[in-house]
């Protein structure tokens, strides 16, 4: 006849046993989710046309260079690196109207041509795009006369984005301004 145990040992088997799994779970890292989950819709493709404005001097500079190049013979700059935060508009006229800011740095980083790479993120201040921001990060050949680089991802309606942006330099004036125009092809998750 099998031998019955304390009723304490059957508890502690239990709670040896429920630890195990517990545990097992803790160490997960990663899972796998529904997107439903999340409540994300059909994915769409969104088209953004702006202008840029970066100024350089004036009373009030929206872009300050904070570390300078040690070679200032060069005509690329290598190594300065300047931090920005600039109006996006829906023109090129300083009168425009303001739909955004472009906040980040960039780097003069080719000892060849000048080319900068940009660390910057899109914050969108109008209509259905209020709040969202897209990220871009990658290199920019200013020298040409239109450059692509890539978005890498956005907040508020453009989480999980990613896409492309085009740049043209609409106007330059060195050591005063820039004005690029804007084309962003974006695919996100939109409300439809």
């Excluded at 517990?22 to 899972?31: L, V």
């Excluded at 800011?101 to 790479?117: L, P």
Aim: glycine share 8%; net charge positive; hydrophobic share 40%.
């Amino acid at each position: 006849m099998a031998q019955i145990l304390p009723k304490h040992i059957y508890i502690i088997l239990t709670i040896f046993l429920f630890s195990l799994l517990i545990e097992g779970e803790s160490e997960k890292f990663a899972k796998s989710l529904s997107p439903k989950l999340l409540h994300l819709k059909k994915e769409k493709l969104t088209h953004l046309h702006f202008y840029w404005h970066d100024i350089f001097s004036g009373e009030h500079p929206t872009k300050v260079t904070v570390v300078k190049t040690v070679d200032n013979t060069t005509k690329t700059f290598f190594g300065a690196v300047s931090v920005l935060d600039d109006a996006l508009r829906v023109g090129p006229g300083a009168n425009s109207k303001i739909v955004g800011r472009a906040q980040g740095m960039y780097v003069a980083s080719n000892q060849k041509n000048y080319s900068i790479v940009m660390a910057m993120s899109f914050e969108f201040t109008e209509g259905e795009y209020n709040g969202s921001t897209l990220s871009v990060l990658g290199s920019n050949l200013v020298a040409l006369p239109k450059r692509e680089v890539p978005i890498v991802g956005g907040s508020g309606l453009f989480r999980f984005s990613s896409g492309y942006a085009i740049i043209k330099t609409y106007k330059f004036i060195p050591t005063v301004f820039a004005i690029m125009e804007m084309d962003f092809y974006v695919l996100h998750y939109g409300d439809s």
